[in-house]
């Protein structure tokens, strides 16, 4: 897909990996909607993208904002959607536990809500994230919701063809998602990222160079793609 002057909705597209992916897919001349529940956060986004507010848990909200969008081209969720919750499965909260899979349901909102109005050539990319295919003790439940994520698009492929969808998995990444600053920042990341093969944190611009990989290849369907540094070969 040609991105440029095509229409592209991303929600989650107001922070981190988000943002950076409505900033790229503006930089190659796409018209794009960057949508959050509180899309102040973005601040001036830059030109070609204007911001709205929206939460992908809101189904009437959503039906009415992809309604009022229709039709688009690109259809983008980075959206964390909910709380995560970290931790030993037999020792977690199992609210916490199930709460994590706000995720998926805000993911599977905008699928099912979005994909009528994409055109014909139409592209979705979702993300997931590195614990869907690890075993890192107290990632259970972003673990699970991720390998949902990654099966839930794998389904969806061969419904929507030719209209395609898939998924980008982030390994460690530096956005705020994560609220610790400063030194201790700095030692969370160090310690995160250690045994990595890329022994350091990921930038949002690395996993939305994936993104928009997903979107411009039009052999790409119902696959997910690792931007981790190597951390599922630790
Ligand atoms: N950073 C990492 O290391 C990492 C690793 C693996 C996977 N991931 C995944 O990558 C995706 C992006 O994460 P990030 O690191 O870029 O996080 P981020 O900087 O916190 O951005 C998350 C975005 O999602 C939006 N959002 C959250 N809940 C929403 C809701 N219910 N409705 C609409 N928008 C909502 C947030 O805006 P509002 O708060 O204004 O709604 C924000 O724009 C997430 O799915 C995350 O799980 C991240």
Same mark, same amino acid.
């Given at each position: 897909?040609?991105?440029?002057?095509?229409?592209?909705?991303?929600?989650?597209?107001?922070?981190? @990996?988000?943002?950076?992916?409505?900033r790229q897919l503006?930089?190659?001349?796409?018209?794009?909607?960057?949508?959050?529940?509180?899309?102040?956060?973005?601040?001036?986004?830059?030109?070609?993208?204007?911001?709205? /507010?929206?939460?992908?848990?809101?189904?009437?909200?959503?039906?009415?904002?992809?309604?009022?969008?229709?039709?688009?081209?690109?259809?983008?969720?980075?959206?964390?959607?909910?709380?995560?919750?970290?931790?030993?499965?037999?020792?977690?909260?199992?609210?916490?536990? /199930?709460?994590?899979?706000?995720?998926?349901?805000?993911?599977?909102?905008?699928?099912?809500?979005?994909?009528?109005?994409?055109?014909?050539?139409?592209?979705?990319?979702?993300?997931?994230?590195?614990?869907?295919?690890?075993?890192?003790?107290?990632? @259970?439940?972003?673990?699970?919701?991720?390998?949902?994520?990654?099966?839930?698009?794998?389904?969806?492929?061969?419904?929507?063809?030719?209209?395609?969808?898939?998924?980008?998995?982030?390994?460690? @990444?530096?956005?705020?998602l994560f609220a610790? /600053?400063?030194?201790?920042?700095?030692?969370?990341i160090a310690e995160?990222?250690?045994?990595?093969? @890329?022994?350091?944190?990921?930038?949002?611009?690395?996993?939305? /160079?994936?993104?928009?990989?997903?979107?411009?290849?039009?052999?790409?369907?119902?696959?997910?793609?690792?931007?981790?540094?190597?951390?599922?070969?630790?």
């Amino acid at each position: 897909m040609d991105v440029s002057g095509k229409k592209a909705v991303v929600f989650g597209g107001t922070s981190g @990996i988000g943002l950076a992916t409505a900033r790229q897919l503006a930089e190659l001349g796409a018209e794009v909607i960057a949508i959050s529940r509180d899309p102040s956060k973005a601040g001036a986004p830059g030109p070609g993208i204007s911001l709205r /507010q929206g939460d992908v848990r809101d189904r009437e909200g959503l039906t009415a904002t992809l309604a009022a969008l229709a039709p688009y081209d690109i259809l983008i969720s980075a959206a964390t959607g909910g709380e995560r919750a970290f931790g030993p499965f037999l020792e977690m909260d199992l609210d916490g536990y /199930q709460a994590s899979f706000d995720k998926l349901w805000g993911y599977a909102n905008v699928v099912r809500l979005g994909a009528g109005h994409l055109s014909d050539n139409g592209a979705i990319v979702l993300v997931s994230g590195y614990p869907a295919r690890s075993t890192e003790v107290g990632m @259970i439940a972003l673990g699970s919701v991720g390998a949902a994520v990654e099966a839930f698009a794998r389904y969806v492929a061969r419904e929507i063809a030719p209209r395609r969808i898939n998924v980008v998995s982030p390994g460690f @990444i530096d956005t705020p998602l994560f609220a610790l /600053q400063g030194a201790e920042r700095a030692e969370m990341i160090a310690e995160s990222t250690a045994g990595q093969p @890329i022994a350091r944190a990921g930038t949002a611009d690395e996993v939305a /160079q994936a993104i928009v990989f997903a979107v411009h290849n039009d052999f790409v369907t119902g696959t997910t793609i690792d931007v981790e540094g190597g951390v599922l070969l630790t």
